[in-house]
């Protein structure tokens, strides 16, 4: 088995609109409904004093907002969810889950079915255990969703975890039994994904193998990652997951990897994200939640980047000066990737939403006095601004489009138009019949410095008489087009006087130095 650990860059979380009623582990996750994926929460605890609610609601990656939707009809939490087509509708299916007082667990045989067409929840068969299931991990191909592991118990003197699989029946409302896994496991990580070759596998990540002699402590938690292949109805473990041992991660599938997040070592919350490639068995480290969390719910909307920068500076209509730099300033932010929410911490409940956008690698400006941009001028830069001068009169359009980190194109922004016209040293419109200005001004530090604006290049004699008439210095100075500064040395105070020559036409100046 090879593993190869690398870091991955190019993310980044940030805080979105919080969930009404903080849970955690509910069931949750990626749910495609209309052409938007949204991110599921139903039931959950509600405290770490182990209160419980019915609370099933959305959030919309489009509007970042959440919706409410029918309530779940159990209040637990440790229940798990999956998406699923049923009669031509994509719902969303619940199995098992746990209620206790923090002394005696009960747990749920139960399995239902939402339907957001009518809104409504269909009682389903139930799982076929005893006594009852809660963290079961779940997979889902064609007609069927695959309930695998979870924690088992009476609720008074038998307590475990479970290596079993059923294979639920979407059409036919019924379960028949599967390869069982090779160890006992509940709370696990789970998704489903293409898989090396090329077909469908449910994977799972850590979780916990037993309960410990007191109940509600888990014990050995494990790194296992395991495959489930579809097509073979066989078991084969993958490379581990890296870092500690922990159970109650969620994963999300973005783009053929799995985002595997935060989880609870047994004393203490985690933040890590790891990413899993399928494809090569491989490993990565993925952006950090801003906190550590377990008991989360999670779903990749992998939305478009359908919406272009916004620009700021120059305004549209602005003037500015030619052959003068200026800062051309506009501002975008990366797409939404994932969404993280629905989580716990060691100590309690918390109630955040943590949004993962891709960073932007690359934005693309482009400007032109072409209003119609079939001809144009364009830079590359990766900060969301550029210094540009513009070197003709008349009207300039300039627009931008922004690349991210997964190598996705914003659309082009709205044209923002400037006029550029030529400028005195003022900032007013230059005088067409002085085409060269000149300011002068004494330092302290013993120094005359001149500010020379030309409307071409050219080449100018300089020379500087010190306060008793003596010339001090004469040079040729050569004047690029637009704003030129020169700076002279000289070695006592008083008022100096400084001649620069173009051809027939001498430009005075009277310059005071204290020293």
Same mark, same amino acid.
């Given at each position: 088995?090879?593993?190869?650990?690398?870091?991955?860059?190019?993310?980044?979380?940030?805080?979105?609109?919080?969930?009404?009623?903080?849970?955690?582990?509910?069931?949750?996750?990626?749910?495609?409904?209309?052409?938007?994926?949204?991110?599921?929460?139903?039931?959950?605890?509600?405290?770490?004093?182990?209160?419980?609610?019915?609370?099933?609601?959305?959030?919309?990656?489009?509007?970042?907002?959440?919706?409410?939707?029918?309530?779940?009809?159990?209040?637990?939490?440790?229940?798990?969810?999956?998406?699923?087509?049923?009669?031509?509708?994509?719902?969303?299916?619940?199995?098992?889950?746990?209620?206790?007082?923090?002394?005696?667990?009960?747990?749920?045989?139960?399995?239902?079915?939402?339907?957001?067409?009518?809104?409504?929840?269909?009682?389903?068969?139930?799982?076929?255990?005893?006594?009852?299931? !809660? %963290?079961?991990?779940?997979?889902?191909? @064609?007609?069927? &969703? +695959? =309930? *695998? /592991? $979870?924690?088992?118990?009476?609720?008074?003197?038998?307590?475990?975890?479970?290596?079993?699989?059923?294979?639920?029946?979407?059409?036919?409302?019924?379960?028949?039994?599967?390869?069982?896994?090779?160890?006992?496991?509940?709370?696990?990580?789970?998704?489903?994904?293409?898989?090396?070759?090329?077909?469908?596998?449910?994977?799972?990540?850590?979780?916990?193998?037993?309960?410990?002699?007191?109940?509600?402590?888990?014990?050995?938690?494990?790194?296992?990652?395991?495959?489930?292949?579809?097509?073979?109805?066989?078991?084969?473990?993958?490379?581990?997951?890296?870092?500690?041992?922990? !159970? %109650?991660?969620?994963?999300?599938?973005? @783009?053929?990897? &799995? +985002? =595997? *997040? /935060? $989880?609870?070592?047994?004393?203490?919350?985690?933040?890590?994200?790891?990413?899993?490639?399928?494809?090569?068995?491989?490993?990565?480290?993925?952006?950090?939640?801003?906190?550590?969390?377990?008991?989360?719910?999670?779903?990749?909307?992998?939305?478009?980047?359908?919406?272009?920068?916004?620009?700021?500076?120059?305004?549209?209509?602005?003037?500015?000066?030619?052959?003068?730099?200026?800062?051309?300033?506009?501002?975008?932010?990366?797409?939404?990737?994932?969404?993280?929410?629905?989580?716990?911490?060691?100590?309690?409940?918390?109630?955040?939403?943590?949004?993962?956008?891709?960073?932007?690698?690359?934005?693309?400006?482009?400007?032109?006095?072409?209003?119609?941009?079939?001809?144009?001028?364009?830079?590359?830069?990766?900060?969301?601004?550029?210094?540009?001068?513009?070197?003709?009169?008349?009207?300039?359009?300039?627009?931008?489009?922004?690349?991210?980190?997964?190598?996705?194109?914003?659309?082009?922004?709205?044209?923002?138009?400037?006029?550029?016209?030529?400028?005195?040293?003022?900032?007013?419109?230059?005088?067409?019949?002085?085409?060269?200005?000149?300011?002068?001004?004494?330092?302290?530090?013993?120094?005359?410095?001149?500010?020379?604006?030309?409307?071409?290049?050219?080449?100018?004699?300089?020379?500087?008489?010190?306060?008793?008439?003596?010339?001090?210095?004469?040079?040729?100075?050569?004047?690029?087009?637009?704003?030129?500064?020169?700076?002279?040395?000289?070695?006592?105070?008083?008022?100096?006087?400084?001649?620069?020559?173009?051809?027939?036409?001498?430009?005075?100046?009277?310059?005071?130095?204290?020293?």
């Amino acid at each position: 088995m090879s593993l190869a650990y690398a870091a991955l860059l190019g993310m980044s979380w940030s805080t979105g609109t919080n969930v009404p009623t903080g849970v955690a582990y509910p069931a949750g996750g990626h749910y495609l409904y209309n052409g938007v994926v949204y991110s599921v929460l139903a039931s959950g605890c509600t405290s770490a004093s182990y209160t419980f609610t019915y609370q099933h609601i959305w959030f919309d990656p489009v509007n970042l907002n959440y919706i409410t939707k029918q309530d779940h009809p159990l209040g637990v939490y440790k229940i798990s969810g999956i998406a699923a087509p049923y009669s031509g509708t994509n719902c969303f299916f619940t199995f098992g889950g746990e209620w206790t007082d923090g002394m005696s667990p009960t747990l749920y045989r139960n399995a239902y079915r939402y339907n957001p067409v009518g809104n409504s929840w269909q009682s389903l068969t139930n799982v076929p255990v005893t006594d009852g299931s !809660a %963290g079961l991990a779940l997979g889902y191909h @064609r007609d069927t &969703i +695959y =309930v *695998i /592991g $979870g924690a088992v118990s009476d609720g008074a003197t038998y307590k475990n975890a479970s290596n079993g699989l059923y294979k639920y029946s979407i059409t036919g409302n019924s379960y028949t039994t599967g390869t069982n896994v090779p160890y006992n496991i509940s709370e696990a990580a789970y998704a489903t994904t293409i898989n090396s070759s090329g077909d469908s596998s449910v994977f799972i990540f850590g979780g916990c193998q037993d309960y410990d002699d007191s109940w509600g402590t888990p014990s050995n938690f494990t790194t296992n990652t395991y495959e489930y292949r579809f097509s073979t109805g066989s078991w084969t473990s993958r490379a581990s997951l890296p870092g500690p041992a922990r !159970a %109650g991660a969620v994963a999300a599938v973005l @783009r053929g990897k &799995i +985002y =595997v *997040i /935060g $989880g609870f070592t047994g004393s203490a919350d985690v933040n890590r994200v790891d990413i899993y490639t399928p494809s090569s068995n491989s490993w990565a480290t993925g952006p950090a939640l801003p906190s550590a969390h377990d008991g989360g719910a999670a779903s990749a909307p992998d939305r478009p980047f359908n919406y272009p920068p916004t620009l700021l500076f120059p305004p549209d209509g602005d003037t500015i000066c030619k052959d003068t730099t200026y800062g051309f300033d506009w501002d975008v932010v990366g797409p939404i990737k994932i969404i993280y929410n629905g989580e716990g911490t060691a100590s309690g409940i918390t109630n955040y939403t943590y949004i993962l956008r891709t960073d932007i690698s690359n934005n693309i400006l482009r400007y032109t006095q072409d209003p119609s941009f079939a001809t144009y001028s364009q830079v590359t830069t990766v900060p969301t601004n550029y210094d540009l001068a513009l070197n003709q009169v008349g009207w300039w359009y300039w627009t931008v489009r922004s690349i991210d980190d997964l190598g996705d194109s914003s659309a082009w922004s709205d044209t923002f138009s400037v006029y550029v016209k030529n400028c005195g040293l003022g900032g007013e419109e230059m005088d067409p019949g002085k085409p060269l200005e000149v300011n002068a001004r004494g330092l302290s530090v013993g120094s005359v410095e001149l500010d020379v604006l030309s409307a071409e290049a050219k080449e100018l004699s300089l020379e500087l008489y010190n306060p008793v008439g003596v010339l001090v210095e004469k040079r040729m100075v050569y004047l690029r087009r637009g704003l030129n500064t020169f700076s002279v040395p000289v070695s006592a105070g008083g008022t100096y006087v400084v001649l620069l020559r173009d051809g027939a036409r001498v430009i005075t100046k009277r310059v005071a130095v204290i020293r």
